[in-house]
């Protein structure tokens, strides 16, 4: 048995005991996107009412994500009326704590959405705009319900690391056909890197990031009327204080090469647009810092070549690295 359902099997009766009586027995299972010691499970809630609402038990939980999901998304039993809330971009939460019997670990009963996530099938730009949409009415629901952390950002990259890194795997060594100029490009990027650090590190951070923004991280609710009904961002583990475009950048990312997946959509571009649409600030600034972190992103790829050594990948990393160099340097 896996050792998070082993876990959560031995503490369910505790859990179901900290619920008060509300929550079924649970039907644990092995989530795709799960690597680690945490256990997942559908089960029912009853509310005080008598009305029975599906739900995802999760634990243990780390302190971030459980912070985070519950700050937004705690909902009480008689608001659960509406299948689609309107402004909730995360998941709604019945119950949650912080220990289990003689376990210090969070866990959480949430929301189960139906179906699988967005990136689980083949995407239309509907789809893309939804997700860069609820992205950005994320952002301005967690800044009003905890001011930044202006003066501690989350933790960056060690970019002069990695790109030395990146460096050692592309010197001396084969190069597929079409990678031929990441020792040219490398040593460019390393002449200008103090530079570039410097520019990043004093980006704005006025933003609550998701940090981890892709379509098997977005779900969608039980429409209203007809529709798709409305997306949620899911795993708010890695959420941080930052600039606001490093959530469109993300997704970018991960897209090089593969730009077809967007569907023609501009990710930057479309969180502008949407972040301006709810009265969020964004600036020409912000947007000339997106290259600066694009650069950077480009020319530290080859550091992780040999576990996602991706020929296509580095071909369209190499690509962007060489076309917005001069224009960022000058």
Same mark, same amino acid.
């Given at each position: 048995?896996?050792?998070?359902?082993?876990?959560?099997?031995?503490?369910?009766?505790?859990?179901?005991?900290?619920?008060?009586?509300?929550?079924?027995?649970?039907?644990?299972?092995?989530?795709?996107?799960?690597?680690?010691?945490?256990?997942?499970?559908?089960?029912?809630?009853?509310?005080?009412?008598?009305?029975?609402?599906?739900?995802?038990?999760?634990?243990?939980?780390?302190?971030?994500?459980?912070?985070?999901?519950?700050?937004?998304?705690?909902?009480?039993?008689?608001?659960?009326?509406?299948?689609?809330?309107?402004?909730?971009?995360?998941?709604?939460?019945?119950?949650?704590?912080?220990?289990?019997?003689?376990?210090?670990?969070?866990?959480?009963?949430?929301?189960?959405?139906?179906?699988?996530?967005?990136?689980?099938?083949?995407?239309?730009?509907?789809?893309?705009?939804?997700?860069?949409?609820?992205?950005?009415?994320?952002?301005?629901?967690?800044?009003?319900?905890?001011?930044?952390?202006?003066?501690?950002?989350?933790?960056?990259?060690?970019?002069?690391?990695?790109?030395?890194?990146?460096?050692?795997?592309?010197?001396?060594?084969?190069?597929?056909?079409?990678?031929?100029?990441?020792?040219?490009?490398?040593?460019?990027?390393?002449?200008?890197?103090?530079?570039?650090?410097?520019?990043?590190?004093?980006?704005?951070?006025?933003?609550?990031?998701?940090?981890?923004?892709?379509?098997?991280?977005?779900?969608? &609710?039980?429409? /209203?009327?007809? #529709?798709?009904?409305? $997306? =949620?961002?899911?795993?708010? +583990? @890695?959420?941080?204080? %930052?600039?606001?475009?490093?959530?469109?950048?993300?997704?970018?990312?991960?897209?090089?090469? &593969?730009?077809? /997946?967007?569907? #023609?959509?501009?990710? $930057? =571009?479309?969180?502008?647009? +949407? @972040?301006?649409?709810? %009265?969020?600030?964004?600036?020409?600034?912000?947007?000339?810092?997106?290259?600066?972190?694009?650069?950077?992103?480009?020319?530290?790829?080859?550091?992780?070549?040999?576990?996602?050594?991706?020929?296509?990948?580095?071909?369209?990393?190499?690509?962007?690295?060489?076309?917005?160099?001069?224009?960022?340097?000058?």
């Amino acid at each position: 048995m896996h050792e998070g359902h082993a876990l959560a099997s031995t503490l369910e009766p505790v859990l179901r005991d900290a619920c008060r009586g509300h929550l079924s027995p649970v039907r644990w299972f092995q989530a795709t996107w799960q690597h680690g010691g945490a256990g997942t499970g559908y089960a029912e809630w009853t509310t005080a009412a008598g009305r029975t609402i599906e739900c995802v038990v999760k634990f243990p939980v780390g302190y971030r994500e459980y912070a985070w999901t519950k700050r937004l998304g705690l909902t009480h039993e008689k608001d659960w009326d509406n299948p689609d809330p309107a402004n909730l971009p995360t998941p709604r939460v019945l119950a949650g704590g912080f220990e289990l019997g003689s376990y210090d670990f969070a866990w959480l009963v949430m929301e189960r959405f139906p179906g699988q996530p967005l990136g689980a099938h083949k995407m239309d730009d509907a789809d893309v705009w939804a997700l860069f949409e609820t992205t950005a009415e994320f952002q301005a629901v967690a800044v009003l319900q905890e001011p930044v952390e202006t003066d501690h950002p989350a933790p960056d990259q060690d970019w002069a690391d990695l790109l030395d890194r990146s460096i050692r795997e592309t010197d001396g060594g084969y190069l597929a056909e079409g990678l031929e100029g990441w020792p040219a490009a490398l040593a460019r990027a390393k002449e200008v890197l103090p530079d570039l650090m410097a520019r990043w590190k004093a980006r704005p951070i006025d933003t609550w990031c998701h940090r981890d923004v892709h379509p098997h991280n977005a779900m969608r &609710r039980t429409p /209203v009327n007809g #529709g798709r009904g409305a $997306l =949620a961002l899911i795993d708010l +583990a @890695r959420v941080g204080p %930052g600039c606001w475009i490093e959530d469109a950048l993300y997704f970018e990312r991960l897209c090089w090469g &593969r730009e077809h /997946v967007l569907c #023609g959509i501009d990710p $930057l =571009a479309t969180l502008a647009r +949407a @972040r301006r649409t709810l %009265g969020l600030p964004v600036s020409d600034e912000d947007l000339a810092l997106a290259d600066v972190r694009r650069v950077l992103m480009a020319a530290t790829s080859p550091a992780f070549s040999r576990t996602q050594g991706d020929p296509v990948y580095l071909k369209a990393a190499l690509d962007r690295l060489e076309r917005l160099l001069p224009a960022v340097c000058g």
